[in-house]
């Protein structure tokens, strides 16, 4: 650890500096992905949102706004079940370097049936792992271009129970939504930690880092009108909750230290400190199944091939 983090220990509420740096949130719109861009923008970054639904990130930029005077924040329309979308990000962002890229997008099914992106892969592997793969394929000039560029992969609690099903990677035999989710951010996981390991073999400056928000409900989070409301009830049933997870904006946490820290390394995994799940954010150690070489190797060589990717990546 830095001595500059000895002198000074991470405070989730008094944030460093970051003025002339840019950073890309993929879903900055809602959820755990709108906090990550609002404490970013309040130290001075400039913030792009990806999302797809210009509406809904014309409501978090606002949200952003009124509670950070003169953040600086645009919006990216970024469609991650659309393969078209992440590969043309990099044009599209007009940027002559990226600092950090929070891969936080996602969707969750909770009901069947099984449904599949226009690409023709399974919705949550598709949108959650491939389209974050394709992504970082367009942004690695830009991240390569920053002193110290920053890929960090927002992970699961949901994926420590899960494996990978190398055979059944789109969940074509045996289709069950919570498990398939728990899979594609474990699959999202296992990527971030091999990319590491790639960007090291490469003697890249680009770190690849994972950070997890551990347990965040919504009746927890803080209200951002017209984001999410939190009722006065809601957030007085949630209390005995309180004692175990947390709200979303506690949870961005973890991912905003992953980015900013000057101490965090790559190849590490970050998440809150009381049980993996509330608290703040703390060095966890790596679960052996997530960043296992074999089965990250295997499933690199297939994503690049179902995302139609170089699988190098553009790193060198």
């Known amino acids: 650890m830095s001595s500059v983090s000895q002198s000074r220990p991470w405070d989730v509420h008094r944030l460093p500096a970051a003025e002339g740096r840019s950073f890309l949130v993929t ?3 809602a959820g755990i992905g709108y906090f990550v861009a609002e404490q970013l923008a309040a130290t001075g970054a400039f913030v792009v949102i990806g999302s797809r639904d210009r509406a809904k990130a014309d409501a978090a930029m606002a949200s952003v706004r009124s509670r950070v005077p003169g953040a600086r924040v645009r919006h990216l329309p970024l469609d991650l079940a659309d393969l ?15 600092d950090a890229v929070v891969y ?10 099984r449904q599949e992106t226009g690409d023709g892969h399974e919705l949550m592997f598709g949108t959650n792992h491939l389209g974050h793969f394709a992504l970082t394929r367009s942004l690695a000039p830009l991240l390569s271009a920053a002193p110290a560029g920053r890929v960090v992969t927002v992970g699961s609690f949901a994926a420590r129970s899960e494996r990978l099903d190398l055979g059944d990677l789109q969940s074509t035999q045996d289709y ?3 498990r398939t989710y728990g899979r594609s951010k474990l699959a999202q996981m296992s990527f971030g930690f091999e990319l590491d390991r790639r960007l090291r073999a490469v003697g890249s400056t680009v770190l690849s880092v994972v950070a997890h928000p551990g347990g965040a409900l919504d009746s927890l989070t803080p209200s951002r009108p017209p984001l999410g409301v939190t009722s006065p009830g809601e957030r007085l049933r949630a209390l005995p909750s309180a004692l175990v997870v947390q709200g979303k904006d506690a949870g961005a946490w973890p991912v905003v230290r992953a980015v900013l820290d000057p101490a965090v390394a790559g190849g590490e995994l970050w998440g809150p400190r009381v049980f993996g799940l509330r608290g703040v954010p703390r060095r966890e150690p790596v679960p052996a199944h997530m960043a296992d070489p074999a089965v990250a190797a295997r499933l690199w060589a297939v994503s690049g091939e179902l995302a139609g990717v170089d699988p190098r990546l553009g790193f060198r």
Not at 84 to 98: E, G, K, V
Not at 104 to 113: E, I, S
């Open 176 to 178: 069950r939504p919570k």
């Open 104 to 113: 936080n997008a996602g969707v969750a099914l909770d009901d069947p049936p």
């Open 27 to 29: 879903g900055g719109n």
């Open 84 to 98: 078209s979308s992440p590969r043309t990000a990099a044009d599209r962002l007009d940027l002559d370097r990226l």
